[in-house]
T-cell receptor, first 113, second 113 residues
């Protein structure tokens, strides 16, 4: 079974600074997909970024980028130039090709003005 | 415009009652899911359907019964509600291809009195 671990229950960052959220996973699969989802207080689940395991290049979406280390089974999220609207729960997710997706426990990020 | 819509958004009911949550997606996806998010924000998959066929059926009490009348709808019926069923239930959808992210509805907060 796949497990996803987010070791930081809570983090905070000053506005305009950079923060990195950690995620590790355990799997015996060779082909899989990784995602970061954001859940603001409004409760919506919003896709932030995704990474295919077969791609060596780290994914980037504007201020959000990942550091994907396949051998270490690590998938961290870096948020640059943090904004107040980035305050949310962030979930790391692992998905097998059959669409079976498993989430980590989440990291609550607070951006301080 | 809503891509994945769930109704109702809030559901407050008594222990022992039977209730249903409806989900519809207009994204043309062929796979739909139900997730449960508990009070600690932990997200766990319950079911997934692909073209009306049950694909993932996690260890969920058989009081929970999903129904997919067509590939755009996946409803969740819960019999004999218990206190432990209080949670937020999310519907999601995606294309079958494994590299596609899942799009989530806004969730239904179920509170059992």
């Amino acid at each position: 079974a796949q497990t996803v671990t987010q070791s930081q229950p809570e983090m905070s960052v000053q506005e305009a600074e950079t923060v990195t959220l950690s995620c590790t996973y355990d799997t015996s699969e060779s082909n899989y997909y990784l995602f970061w989802y954001k859940q603001p207080p409004s409760r919506q689940m919003i896709l932030v970024i995704r990474q295919e395991a077969y791609k060596q290049q780290n994914a980037t979406e504007n201020r959000f980028s990942v550091n994907f280390q396949k051998a270490a089974k690590s998938f961290s999220l870096k948020i640059s130039d943090s904004q107040l609207g980035d305050t949310a729960m962030y979930f790391c997710a692992f998905m097998k090709p059959d669409n079976d997706m498993r989430f980590g426990a989440g990291t609550r990020l607070t951006v301080k003005p | 415009d809503t891509a994945v819509s769930q109704t109702p958004k809030y559901l407050v009911t008594q222990m022992g009652n039977d209730k249903s949550i409806k989900c519809e997606q207009n994204l043309g996806h062929d796979t739909m899911y139900w997730y449960k998010q508990d009070s600690k924000k932990f997200l766990k998959i319950m079911f997934s359907y692909n073209n009306k066929e049950l694909i993932i059926n996690e260890t969920v009490p058989n009081r929970f019964s999903p129904k997919s009348p067509d590939k755009a709808h996946l409803n969740l019926h819960i019999n004999s509600l218990e206190l432990g069923d209080s949670a937020v239930y999310f519907c999601a959808s995606s294309h079958k291809a494994g590299n596609q992210p899942q799009h989530f509805g806004d969730g239904t907060r179920l509170s059992i009195l």
